[in-house]
């Protein structure tokens, strides 16, 4: 019986999962299955987005007549032709002779040398950022080689704004019923798997899936359908953010991770007499057995922590087996930036040290610790000392560096403003909807908090609308101004409140994110959209943590920060007329005629205080 998931209202999902199977590739344990997926497109032309496994082949081929339900098959767009996605193409061809395979040059290349079919009398070549019109979609082919083979493609359908991602953004694991990753607890439940599908088949490629990070940057992306796993339809930064460390080798959190080698247990006691240590000074430590975790998991696990240590014991003069073969695949899979400490054990020629260090010094930015434990059989009350110094030289890099300020030396114990003015704000416009009310408001506190979610912090001032609207409504975007933005949008959105005033009068088309607020597309270099999570009074501010679910660049011109503003864009403030003395806000400019300026002084432009006035 057919088992097919809407995606949208005119594409299907129509793959299948596997349970059965030991080992994706022949070599990556799958304890809680895999999907393949495969989606149809019911457009006036009919595409189908690559095929599955033939291990799920029947399956798949009921999932498609249902799905088509009479109509004709008319493109087949072949994205990877690894078998997993391509092995049921030969049997699409005999059920739909009429089809129309859509693929690159390099795709072809491949289907001809897996399959035998006639491909030339049905093929359609197309090139980078070549599209296809299907009716209402159109569908743009974008080339992402080594992602994970060097003929793979992806496709960007601009119409629905979804991207067909081949392989990237997937995971290992069945989908159990679900099919969006905002159906379950991706982070707790299938982020590891994430981890370990990227790190395992296309780690070694960070700089293509770099490459093609760039190319999709660029596209304003609302859905991403990849050909394992979930499919990604909020909160796309989670996944994004990730493949972004990744693809850099940037490690994901601060901690050691543990790999041992050990044949009788005594190279086992000292990584934990060493995990002891450093957990003794609050580092986070993982130990992995390399005889009995597989070694998908430890390359994953390595992806992940900033810190790795290797103990081996030495077998036939080289390194244990199953240590030898993680190194090998560490180094193979382009492991970068890390630190490395090593502990060796040998009973007559302890050997596995240098092997280690000499297979882990040629990859790029790997820092050895110097220091040496080589144990002979069991380690000696004596060596505590060089696992003390191991657990030293790694905690050092844990420890926050001191103040620039010198200690001894008196500084005023004061609140200096001119101070607080050193921190790099930004400039941005907030926006909110509250029913048909659109508003928005200049602020310059946003910060990036975590990373997986993505959530930031953002503070705004009571007084403005906007606030209020935020706390009700729970919704907000921020457009992040770049510059070259006149000071006029400031005016417009700064200067006034939104109770009594259209803010976005005249502003043209009413463009919004998928929250439905609006947001700014003129001297804006990305946006951001987030859902709050909580909000904290501050007094005059309200401090709010929202959780981002979607994020897009929209030029490469760089942030206008709250020190450009002012040597840039601000209008020099005129000196009042007829040698009148005043003050000028130091925001907007605005004067203030007048020998004094009251403590509680409002500046009826911007609403910022006295504080921000000087005398003139
Ligand atoms: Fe899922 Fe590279 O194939």
């Not at 596997?18 to 080992?23: G, I, K, S, T, V």
């Not at 990070?213 to 796309?236: D, Q, Y």
């Not at 930031?456 to 729970?474: F, Q, R, S």
């Not at 000028?584 to 002084?601: A, M, Q, R, S």
Request: charged share 20%; aromatic share 10%; hydrophobic share 40%.
């Amino acid at each position: 019986m057919y088992c097919i998931k809407k995606v949208t209202d005119d594409l299907v999902w129509v793959g299948a999962n596997d349970r059965r199977l030991a080992f994706f590739e022949g070599v990556y344990s799958v304890p809680a299955g895999v999907s393949y997926n495969s989606y149809l497109l019911l457009d006036e032309k009919t595409v189908l987005f690559d095929t599955v496994d033939k291990a799920v082949r029947q399956r798949f081929l009921e999932n498609i007549e249902v799905a088509l339900n009479g109509r004709k098959l008319d493109y087949l767009v072949v994205q990877h032709v690894e078998p997993d996605h391509s092995a049921v193409i030969p049997e699409l061809i005999r059920r739909h002779p009429e089809i129309k395979i859509v693929c690159s040059a390099r795709v072809l290349q491949f289907i001809k040398q897996f399959y035998d079919f006639d491909i030339d009398s049905r093929v359609r070549l197309v090139k980078e950022n070549e599209t296809l019109n299907t009716g209402k979609h159109n569908l743009q082919f974008i080339m992402a080689p080594m992602v994970h083979w060097p003929e793979v493609m992806m496709t960007y359908d601009s119409t629905a704004k979804i991207l067909f991602s081949a392989d990237a953004f997937g995971c290992f694991g069945a989908l159990n019923g679900a099919l969006f990753a905002d159906e379950v607890d991706f982070a707790k439940d299938y982020m590891d798997e994430t981890r370990r599908y990227y790190s395992n088949i296309v780690g070694k490629y960070g700089s293509q899936v770099e490459s093609a990070l760039e190319k999709t940057s660029a596209l304003n992306i609302e859905m991403i359908c990849p050909l394992h796993g979930f499919v990604w339809r909020s909160n796309l930064s989670e996944i994004v953010s990730k493949y972004m460390l990744w693809s850099k080798y940037e490690p994901e959190e601060r901690g050691v991770m543990i790999a041992y080698a050990s044949v009788y247990g005594n190279t086992e006691n000292a990584a934990e007499i060493l995990a002891c240590r450093l957990r003794d000074k609050g580092i986070k430590t993982v130990i992995f057995d390399v005889s009995v975790t597989p070694a998908s998991e430890i390359v994953s696990a390595a992806f992940k922590w900033s810190h790795l240590v290797f103990a081996s014991t030495t077998y036939n003069a080289g390194i244990f087996v199953t240590m030898e073969a993680l190194i090998n695949d560490l180094a193979a899979h382009n492991i970068q930036n890390r630190r490395v400490a090593i502990i060796e054990n040998g009973s007559w020629a302890p050997a596995s040290g240098g092997l280690i260090r000499e297979i882990m010094g040629k990859c790029e930015n790997i820092n050895i610790l110097e220091n040496n434990v080589s144990i002979q059989s069991g380690l000696k009350a004596a060596q505590l000392s060089d696992i003390e110094a191991i657990a030293e030289a790694v905690g050092k890099d844990f420890v926050s560096p001191a103040g620039t300020a010198q200690n001894n030396q008196a500084v005023p114990n004061t609140v200096d403003p001119i101070t607080m003015f050193k921190l790099s704000y930004g400039l941005f416009v907030l926006t909110a909807r509250d029913g048909n009310k659109d508003n928005g408001c200049i602020i310059n506190t946003v910060m990036q908090i975590t990373v997986s979610p993505v959530k930031i912090t953002i503070g705004v001032n009571k007084a403005n609308y906007t606030h209020d609207m935020i706390l009700k409504t729970g919704k907000f975007n921020v457009s992040v101004l770049s510059e070259g933005v006149p000071f006029r949008v400031f005016q417009q959105f700064g200067f006034h409140s939104g109770k009594d005033t259209d803010k976005f009068a005249g502003s043209g088309e009413a463009l919004r994110t998928s929250n439905g607020v609006r947001y700014l597309s003129e001297w804006v270099n990305g946006v951001i959209s987030a859902e709050v999570k909580e909000a904290i009074d501050c007094g005059t501010h309200t401090l709010f943590i929202a959780e981002v679910n979607q994020a897009f660049p929209l030029s490469r011109d760089p942030s206008v920060t709250y020190q450009y503003y002012f040597d840039n864009i601000k209008p020099k403030p005129q000196p009042p007329k007829g040698n009148k003395k005043g003050f000028v806000c130091k925001i907007c400019g605005y004067v203030h005629e007048g020998d004094t300026l009251p403590d509680d002084f409002i500046c009826p432009l911007c609403k910022h205080g006295a504080a921000d006035f000087e005398r003139i």
